[in-house]
């Protein structure tokens, strides 16, 4: 079982079920969803796109997953959870753009937003002491050598490359896309995300996601909102 905090939007939001379409599982229900076409892509081309956001959900990663340290429970993790999000507040992040990390395409801000990487170092540090540290494997399977100092150093101490002054807040909608077809996917995303490139997004909640297994589909298992304002939702 390992664990993983998130930010997704709410089940019924309109980015989570324009997003959900795109990835074609819905990470409340685990449901499989029918994809929308890509231009002349093969359904089967399609869904080997987004195979690597399906199995996680649609998200952006906040404490990266993680097994519970010995000694820590779920019930326990769940409650400081709720400690945590009634003393933060919602915030918006002010533009949120369809864009490319690399080969794989997200939504992302559309510039520096500093409430954004404030939040996700206070979710960091804050359940560092529910986490499990990594083993060897987990460990080789980030390619540390790879890695800059800085990430290498973040791996080792927080589990995760990309904290702090690596962070940068990202919706995963495709894995790796080759060179010759990321014109026609990133036109088929700018058609698709069109009510939402440009705008701003709210930061309402901090999600808890769930894999029971190594390699399993995460899903959603609560919802808390930040600032207390409305009872935790639990999927």
């Given amino acids: 079982m390992r664990y993983a905090l998130y930010f997704t939007p709410p089940a019924s939001d309109p980015l989570t079920l324009a997003a959900q379409r795109w ?6 229900t ?20 987004t195979a690597d956001p399906r ?9 990266a997953p993680f097994a519970l340290a010995e000694g820590r429970s779920e019930a326990e993790l769940v409650a400081e959870i709720g400690r945590f999000v ?24 559309g510039d520096h937003c ?6 996700a170092g206070d979710v960091v540090r804050r359940f560092e002491r529910f986490r499990a540290p990594l083993t060897s494997a987990d460990i080789a399977r980030r390619k540390p050598d ?58 309402g909640g901090l999600a808890l996601f769930r894999e029971p297994s190594r390699g399993a589909d995460f899903t959603v298992h609560s919802l808390f909102p930040l600032g207390g304002a409305a009872n935790r939702k639990t999927a």
């Fill in 55 to 63: 199995r996680y959900g649609f998200h952006a990663t906040l404490k």
């Fill in 86 to 109: 009634c003393e933060m507040e919602a915030f918006d992040i002010p533009e949120l753009v369809v864009g490319r990390l690399g080969s794989f395409f997200a939504l992302i801000p």
């Fill in 30 to 49: 685990g449901a499989a969803l029918e994809q929308p076409a890509i231009g002349n892509f093969e359904a089967s081309a399609v869904a080997g796109l």
């Fill in 114 to 119: 500093e409430p954004l990487q404030s939040f």
């Fill in 23 to 28: 990835l074609g599982r819905n990470a409340f």
């Fill in 146 to 203: 790879e890695l800059g100092a800085a990430e290498r150093q973040n791996l080792v101490q927080w589990g995760y490359p990309y904290v702090f002054d690596e962070f940068r807040f990202h919706m995963t909608l495709t894995g790796r896309v080759p060179l010759e077809s990321r014109d026609a996917v990133e036109a088929a995303l700018l058609d698709h995300f069109a009510d939402f490139h440009g705008r701003p997004l709210t930061l």
